[in-house]
Nanobody
Framework: QVQLQESGPGLVKPSQTLSLTCTVS??????????WSWVRQPPGKGLEWMGA???????YYSPSLKSRTSISRDTSKNQFILQLSSVTPEDTAVYYC?????????WGQGTQVTVSS
């Protein structure tokens, strides 16, 4: 059973960089053919796919967030990391890490991030 767990600060100040880590157990992030994604849901809105890292290490980003988003990985810890720069209150959301693209098949429980001074 694959399990994903998000971790990181729940409160970030405007203009700072949001950094979240997803720790994966029960499967390796370097296993073909999987993608590992970050998805968020702002309050009262739908899910938004932010980007993904392929098992090969290639990265893919939503065009609307590409200029502010970076996804990396630490294969020794079986983790992948989201960094979102220059955050504003509009980045307040529940952030999920997901195995796959689109709907995905395994999801973390989600972590609330609030952007506020």
């Amino acid at each position: 059973q694959v399990q994903l767990q998000e971790s990181g600060p729940g409160l970030v100040k405007p203009s700072q960089t949001l950094s979240l880590t997803c720790t994966v157990s029960g499967g390796s992030i370097t296993t073909n053919p999987y993608y590992w994604s970050w998805v968020r849901q702002p309050p009262g809105k739908g899910l938004e796919w932010m980007g993904a890292i392929h098992y090969s290490g290639s990265t893919y980003y939503s065009p609307s967030l590409k200029s502010r988003t970076s996804i990396s990985r630490d294969t020794s810890k079986n983790q992948f990391i989201l960094q979102l720069s220059s955050v504003t209150p509009e980045d307040t959301a529940v952030y999920y890490c997901v195995r796959g693209l689109g709907p995905g098949d395994y999801w973390g429980q989600g972590t609330q991030v609030t952007v506020s001074s």
